[in-house]
Every structure is written in C-alpha cells, then in structure tokens.
C-alpha cells in the first residue's frame, strides 16, 4: 500500500466507490487457534493479534464482543466486553467494525433453533425479543461510535443452504423492520452498517437492501448466493466470497489459484468490493493459499 494513506482511508474510499488501484481485505472473525498456529506462538494478545493482521497484510479487524459467563437471557448491557477495543482505534490505522447481533440470531442461540422456530408464531414474544435487542443494539452503537470504531456490522444468521429459517412475511413483518431502525441509527452516525447472515437468503435480499445498508457481508456461493449477479443488481459494498472449498482446491491447484485471482480481480474492478471469506478464518483452513491470494490479487 502507498505510504500517504491509511488502511481506514482505504476502505471508505471502496465503500464510497472511488476509483482506487488498491483493494481492501478484510475478515468477519479471527480465531486466536489460527493466530496461535500461524505464529508459532503460546499465548494470544493484542501484540499477536497486530502482528498477524499486518502479516496477512488486512486493511479491516472485526471486534466481537466477549461475556463473562455462559448466557441464559439477552446480556445486560453493563457485562459486554470488547477486548482491546482501544488499542485497536488508537494505536493502530485499521479499520475496525464491530459486530452486533440481530433479534433473529439472538432468539436462535437463546431457545436454540427449533424451539425458537417453532415460536416464531408468537407475535407477543417476538415483539418482547425484538424491543430489548434494539435497545441493547442503539445502546452499543452510540458507545461504540463514540469509542472510535470505523463501522459497525450487523449480525442474523437468518439462512441455511438451501433457503430462510422461516416463511419471507415473517422476516418482513418483524425482523427487516427491526433491521433498518438498526440501520437508520448507525447512518446518522455517519458510520457505515454492513449486514451478516449466512445461507440462502435471496428471497429477502431485496427488502434488506431497502433498510439502506451500506453493504453484504458473506455470499456463499454453495448456498445460491452468486456474487457475480447480486453485483450486476445492486449498487452496494459487497464483501466475502470465498468458501473454504476455494482454498483447498487453490492450495493444490495452480490453476485454480490462478482463476480466484482473475474473478477477484474483476470483482473488484471500479466496484465496492472487499476481499475476504465468507466464514472468517479457523484451525484447518488453508492459511497459505488465502494469503497468496490477498497478495497477488
């Protein structure tokens, strides 16, 4: 990267769509086990951490928020934790999101996915859920915005493979409204807002680009979600799409390492585009090959 700009330059200048010959990488997670791995070494801080951001060469790191103990009920806000939140605005030109969970994810990891599934009928419980994650949500982007963070995503793993959790209306009716209010707050911030769900969720794409969100993170194209035509459709970032399978096929493959690098690169062309995968990185991915390919896109 040119020395008379910063990482946090960068991004927004892609998220606005100024033409720039550089191309911004970015991950929604980091496992420390791949930190640990990849430097050789026993324990995992912020220094560790830096080091294999600048070493991976990422313009963007995904801050989630960690809680002291196993959660039964949707946290207080008083016992989230954002490990060294400060250090990474302060002491470093990263850009920083952070991550916020939607009603749908929370309602999914409280009651588990069936149970919550089959309550999705209850409009009085719905409309509960939905009001506390707002209120705990608002309350963390303005703390957030005002600790420095750079961005913040929103995330609903509202999708599998083949389709949504739940009919469309459903989505529409509560939980998409819930989203563009989560939007509307962190727009005025004057902050970019990206949305996250794994899956198949087409069937909604177009209500959830209406909220206003800046841009996609995670477009699986195992489940349906072809980048190449969401891209040709809307005017949005667009950011993770490559698959774990991508980087075991590149890192056997020449050729195939050769073809990721093209499409990425026409991706990429005068577009709001980011690199990354669509899971994040974990123990076992190729490592090596996803570096390769953020080095010679």
């Not at 096929?249 to 390492?257: I, K, M, P, R, Y």
Request: proline share 4%; net charge negative.
């Amino acid at each position: 990267m040119d020395q008379n700009y910063t990482s946090r330059e960068l991004v927004q200048s892609v998220i606005q769509n100024k033409a720039d010959k550089h191309l911004p990488k970015g991950e929604l997670c980091i496992n420390d086990a791949v930190i640990q791995q990849t430097l050789a070494v026993d324990k995992i801080g912020f220094p560790e951490k830096l080091e294999f951001v600048q070493m991976m060469g990422l313009d963007i790191y995904s801050l989630s928020p960690q809680y002291p103990y196993k959660l039964k009920n949707l946290p207080e806000k008083e016992i989230y934790q954002w490990p060294d939140l400060k250090s990474w605005t302060v002491n470093t030109s990263v850009f920083i999101f952070a991550v916020l969970d939607g009603a749908f994810e929370w309602g999914m990891r409280l009651l588990g996915p069936q149970k919550f599934c089959s309550k999705l009928r209850s409009r009085p419980m719905l409309e509960e859920l939905i009001a506390q994650v707002e209120k705990l949500n608002f309350y963390m982007i303005d703390k957030l915005a005002g600790e420095g963070v750079n961005g913040l995503i929103l995330a609903d793993d509202i999708a599998y493979q083949q389709g949504l959790f739940a009919q469309p209306q459903v989505f529409r009716e509560f939980f998409i409204p819930s989203l563009a209010r989560q939007v509307e707050r962190v727009l005025k911030l004057d902050l970019p807002v990206f949305y996250h769900s794994d899956g198949n969720y087409s069937a909604v794409l177009d209500d959830i680009i209406k909220t206003g969100v800046t841009g996609l993170q995670c477009l699986e194209k195992t489940a349906g979600m072809q980048i190449e035509e969401i891209q040709s459709k809307v005017d949005i970032c667009l950011w993770g799409h490559l698959d774990t399978d991508d980087l075991e096929e590149a890192a056997n493959d020449a050729s195939v390492l050769q073809a990721l690098l093209e499409t990425t690169r026409e991706l990429a062309k005068e577009k709001k585009f980011i690199l990354g995968t669509t899971s994040g990185l974990y123990e076992g991915m190729k490592i090596d090959a996803l570096r390769s390919i953020y080095a010679n896109v």
